[in-house]
């Protein structure tokens, strides 16, 4: 039963975006948690689309990964002779390869990242 003025319950960003997170989690079943918190399941599916669109970064979510693979380069032998500049992170992004080098700027990679994936 809703009670006071206005009918309305007011969630904090942070209620969302908890409410939010256990609907990520494996096996989670939105009806089940929106029924929990007294939500419409359209609601919290409302709130789900929302924080996604916005690239809302939700709390507790785990960000996921793609497995790294070690591959020297052709011709190089890794061990005591390597150099130390040698090292490289080779991405694939939007049918692009991009290769960074040691020393390359966190600033410089993430906004070529930014780029390659059409973000502002």
Same mark, same amino acid.
């Given at each position: 039963?809703?009670?006071?003025? /206005?009918? #309305? *319950?007011?969630?904090?960003?942070?209620?969302? %975006?908890?409410?939010?997170? $256990?609907?990520?989690?494996?096996? =989670? !079943?939105?009806?089940?948690?929106?029924?929990?918190?007294?939500?419409?399941?359209?609601?919290?599916? /409302?709130? #789900? *689309?929302?924080?996604?669109?916005?690239?809302? %970064?939700?709390?507790?979510? $785990?960000?996921?990964?793609?497995? =790294? !693979?070690?591959?020297?380069?052709?011709?190089?032998?890794?061990?005591?002779?390597?150099?130390?500049?040698?090292?490289?992170?080779?991405?694939?992004?939007?049918?692009?390869?991009?290769?960074?080098?040691?020393?390359a700027r966190p600033r410089t990679i993430a906004a070529v990242i930014r780029?390659?994936?059409?973000?502002?």
């Open positions: 039963m809703i009670t006071g003025a /206005g009918g #309305r *319950r007011r969630w904090t960003g942070e209620e969302k %975006a908890r409410i939010v997170a $256990a609907t990520l989690e494996p096996g =989670a !079943v939105v009806s089940v948690i929106a029924r929990h918190h007294g939500l419409s399941p359209q609601q919290l599916f /409302g709130w #789900r *689309r929302a924080a996604r669109i916005a690239g809302a %970064a939700v709390a507790d979510v $785990a960000p996921k990964f793609v497995p =790294a !693979v070690l591959e020297p380069e052709p011709g190089q032998r890794r061990g005591r002779g390597s150099s130390p500049g040698a090292a490289a992170i080779e991405l694939e992004i939007a049918g692009v390869t991009v290769r960074i080098g040691d020393g780029t390659l994936k059409g973000a502002p």
